[in-house]
């Protein structure tokens, strides 16, 4: 969960002044602090660094009741919380620790913001620590966006709930169970008003774990909630606390990102520029239309992984798709395979429909994209 703070900074308490003196000078030079031994953040948006790689942020947006964490250089615990929000809408907070860009905060010598197609791993681990008398749920955060944005909210956001306690939920329902990275988890999809959202909830407490982010992201893909030219923007672990949250900890984290994975210059990848020929055949009656789309890789090699994109003229929309991901309904459009119909070999074709309704006259969208790539029209 990401709320829209200003730019983070970090306070100390009265009694050193000094050291504050000296912290808010390397906070000027540097855009973060350094945590020492016992540093205790309560400003609302206060962060430090660790490590000299993660920042550790208190990031407290939902409520006014203070709420405090005491940093150590392994990750953070709760100290204060104060406070209740009520359980069918959003936490109070989210204090965290992550890799990569959180408003314009960028974690020191980070790889993020990396484009999909760029990354070949993502390894992480995350070992928490948990209390009975709250409500809350400790969430692994994962923010994917179409640009390598460093400010405000992306466009998708997932979620790996390690551990709930309490009357909560994820944003959305539930869409089905998945097996991911090894493990079987609960899969909750919706929006929030602000962007997409994808859970993944656990059967039971997970208190240490170490796993690859991309195959979560891969998840988001399948589910036509993210494309291979996206960019991977930060790494998030902590608390989403409801009701009180005092002694919740992480008591270790680590991110690290491997590039060399199949860029958008290899062959078959979903970034190269594919040699493509779109057929699109129409059915259309008054105030309604179906279409049958088949795209055609006339290229070499084989697409492993598409994405067709076109805008519908407007006061077009889609009520219903089959064999793609279509979505939004209107305007820019993008059609994602379903996995099993993934790839098109070099010579191959796949096809997909979806049907719709429209005001005024009817006309055809004036060009298609295939995984970025202009394509020719039948």
Not at 145 to 159: A, F, K, L, W
């Given at each position: 969960?990401?709320?829209?703070?200003?730019?983070?900074?970090?306070?100390?308490?009265?009694?050193?002044?000094?050291?504050?003196?000296?912290?808010?000078?390397?906070?000027?030079?540097?855009?973060?602090?350094?945590?020492?031994?016992?540093?205790?953040?309560?400003?609302?948006?206060?962060?430090?660094?660790?490590?000299?790689?993660?920042?550790?942020?208190?990031?407290?947006?939902?409520?006014?009741?203070?709420?405090?964490?005491?940093?150590?250089?392994?990750?953070?615990?709760?100290?204060?919380?104060?406070?209740?929000?009520?359980?069918?809408?959003?936490?109070?907070?989210?204090?965290?620790?992550?890799?990569?860009?959180?408003?314009?905060?960028?974690?020191?010598?980070?790889?993020?913001?990396?484009?999909?197609?760029?990354?070949?791993?993502?390894?992480?681990?995350?070992?928490?620590?948990?209390?009975?008398?709250?409500?809350?749920?400790?969430?692994?955060?994962?923010?994917?966006?179409?640009?390598?944005?460093?400010?405000?909210?992306?466009?998708?956001?997932?979620?790996?709930w390690f551990n709930e306690v309490g009357p909560v939920q994820p944003v959305g329902s539930q869409v089905g169970t998945a097996t991911v990275a090894g493990r079987q988890w609960q899969?909750?999809?919706?929006?929030?008003?602000?962007?997409?959202?994808?859970?993944?909830?656990?059967?039971?407490?997970?208190?240490?774990?170490?796993?690859?982010?991309?195959?979560?992201?891969?998840?988001?893909?399948?589910?036509?909630?993210?494309?291979?030219?996206?960019?991977?923007?930060?790494?998030?672990?902590?608390f989403e606390p409801w009701q009180n949250g005092t002694g919740l900890a992480v008591t270790s984290f680590s991110s690290s990102v491997e590039t060399g994975g199949t860029g958008p210059?290899?062959?078959?990848?979903?970034?190269?520029?594919?040699?493509?020929?779109?057929?699109?055949?129409?059915?259309?009656?008054?105030?309604?239309?179906?279409?049958?789309?088949?795209?055609?890789?006339?290229?070499?090699?084989?697409?492993?992984?598409?994405?067709?994109?076109?805008?519908?003229p407007s006061g077009q929309r889609i009520t219903g798709a089959w064999s793609a991901a279509v979505s939004p309904s209107s305007g820019a459009v993008t059609a994602s395979d379903l996995?099993?119909?993934?790839?098109?070999?070099?010579?191959?074709?796949?096809?997909?429909?979806?049907?719709?309704?429209?005001?005024?006259?009817?006309?055809?969208?004036?060009?298609?994209?295939?995984?970025?790539?202009?394509?020719?029209?039948?």
């Amino acid at each position: 969960m990401r709320p829209s703070p200003p730019p983070a900074r970090t306070s100390r308490g009265p009694l050193v002044a000094l050291l504050t003196s000296l912290l808010t000078l390397a906070a000027l030079l540097t855009g973060v602090s350094t945590a020492g031994a016992d540093t205790t953040i309560c400003e609302e948006f206060g962060s430090t660094t660790i490590q000299g790689r993660y920042v550790v942020q208190n990031n407290r947006w939902g409520t006014g009741e203070a709420q405090c964490i005491d940093v150590t250089d392994s990750g953070f615990r709760i100290s204060r919380a104060d406070g209740s929000t009520a359980t069918n809408g959003a936490p109070k907070s989210y204090p965290s620790v992550y890799n990569g860009c959180h408003y314009t905060n960028c974690s020191p010598g980070t790889e993020l913001p990396a484009r999909l197609d760029g990354i070949s791993s993502a390894p992480t681990g995350i070992s928490y620590g948990y209390v009975a008398d709250a409500v809350y749920d400790a969430a692994y955060d994962i923010w994917l966006d179409p640009t390598p944005r460093t400010d405000g909210v992306n466009q998708t956001e997932i979620m790996v709930w390690f551990n709930e306690v309490g009357p909560v939920q994820p944003v959305g329902s539930q869409v089905g169970t998945a097996t991911v990275a090894g493990r079987q988890w609960q899969v909750w999809s919706g929006n929030n008003g602000g962007n997409d959202v994808l859970s993944f909830v656990a059967p039971s407490a997970i208190t240490s774990w170490s796993f690859d982010v991309m195959d979560f992201v891969r998840q988001a893909e399948s589910r036509g909630l993210a494309r291979e030219s996206w960019y991977l923007t930060s790494v998030q672990a902590g608390f989403e606390p409801w009701q009180n949250g005092t002694g919740l900890a992480v008591t270790s984290f680590s991110s690290s990102v491997e590039t060399g994975g199949t860029g958008p210059g290899d062959p078959g990848d979903p970034g190269n520029p594919a040699t493509c020929t779109v057929t699109y055949t129409t059915n259309v009656w008054q105030g309604g239309f179906t279409a049958d789309v088949t795209v055609a890789n006339t290229g070499s090699s084989p697409v492993d992984g598409w994405q067709l994109g076109f805008t519908l003229p407007s006061g077009q929309r889609i009520t219903g798709a089959w064999s793609a991901a279509v979505s939004p309904s209107s305007g820019a459009v993008t059609a994602s395979d379903l996995g099993y119909n993934g790839q098109i070999a070099a010579g191959g074709q796949v096809s997909f429909g979806f049907q719709g309704t429209y005001g005024g006259s009817y006309t055809d969208p004036a060009g298609f994209t295939l995984n970025g790539a202009t394509c020719s029209t039948a």
